[in-house]
T-cell receptor
Framework: TQLLEQSPQFLSIQEGENLTVYCNSSSVFSSLQWYRQEPGEGPVLLVTVVTGGEVKKLKRLTFQFGDARKDSSLHITAAQPGDTGLYLC??????????FGQGTRLTINP | DTEVTQTPKHLVMGMTNKKSLKCEQHMGHRAMYWYKQKAKKPPELMFVYSYEKLSINESVPSRFSPECPNSSLLNLHLHALQPEDSALYLC????????????FGQGTRLTVV
């Protein structure tokens, strides 16, 4: 089974600061997704990256897929309290299976 | 319509009960999934349906029985569950051109007493 390791697992920062969350694996993935999940709700898809080296921007969020398609990062600029939540990376494993990382619980303090 | 709708949102059931979870999507997606998520853990895949046929069963106990009546609906029938089966059950779907992305419903919070 391919594994995805996310770091850090917990992150608490002040409003306005920048942060980066990492998602790493020793395996190659055909695609990689980032989700955000609120307590008691389902994960909401933020982005899908499929090409090695790909960079996608979603307002203050920047997502990068590693050249070898084994890792990804999520960078948030000028974090806002509304960014608080659980961020999950998930790798496409073919045959329509998603492998999830353990998640990063992000808290932005006003 | 870009939603995956799950009902009920909350369910409490006894260990001898039979209940069903329902999931519906109208995005034309031909793959649908059931995931189970325990507190402070990531979602774990249970079943995958592709074009209304069961394609993946992740060795789930038979007390969980999935059903896909048509391309828009997915059910999960529950019978003789254990308290440790209490969790958030998530339904998801993905488009025909599969790029890995899955769209999740809001989940059903199941408590087995």
């Amino acid at each position: 089974t391919q594994l995805l390791e996310q770091s850090p697992q917990f992150l608490s920062i002040q409003e306005g600061e920048n942060l980066t969350v990492y998602c790493n694996s020793s395996s190659v993935f055909s695609s990689l997704q980032w989700y955000r999940q609120e307590p008691g709700e389902g994960p909401v898809l933020l982005v899908t990256v499929v090409t090695g080296g790909e960079v996608k921007k979603l307002k203050r969020l920047t997502f990068q897929f590693g050249d070898a398609r084994k890792d990804s990062s999520l960078h948030i600029t000028a974090a806002q309290p509304g960014d608080t939540g659980l961020y999950l990376c998930a790798g496409g494993q073919g045959a329509q299976k998603l492998v999830f990382g353990q998640g990063t619980r992000l808290t932005i303090n006003p | 319509d870009t939603e995956v709708t799950q009902t009920p949102k909350h369910l409490v059931m006894g260990m001898t009960n039979k209940k069903s979870l329902k999931c519906e999507q109208h995005m034309g997606h031909r793959a649908m999934y059931w995931y189970k998520q325990k507190a402070k853990k990531p979602p774990e895949l249970m079943f995958v349906y592709s074009y209304e046929k069961l394609s993946i069963n992740e060795s789930v106990p038979s007390r969980f029985s999935p059903e896909c009546p048509n391309s828009s609906l997915l059910n999960l029938h529950l019978h003789a569950l254990q308290p440790e089966d209490s969790a958030l059950y998530l339904c998801a779907s993905s488009p025909p051109i599969y790029r890995g992305a899955a769209f999740f419903g809001q989940g059903t919070r199941l408590t087995v007493v």
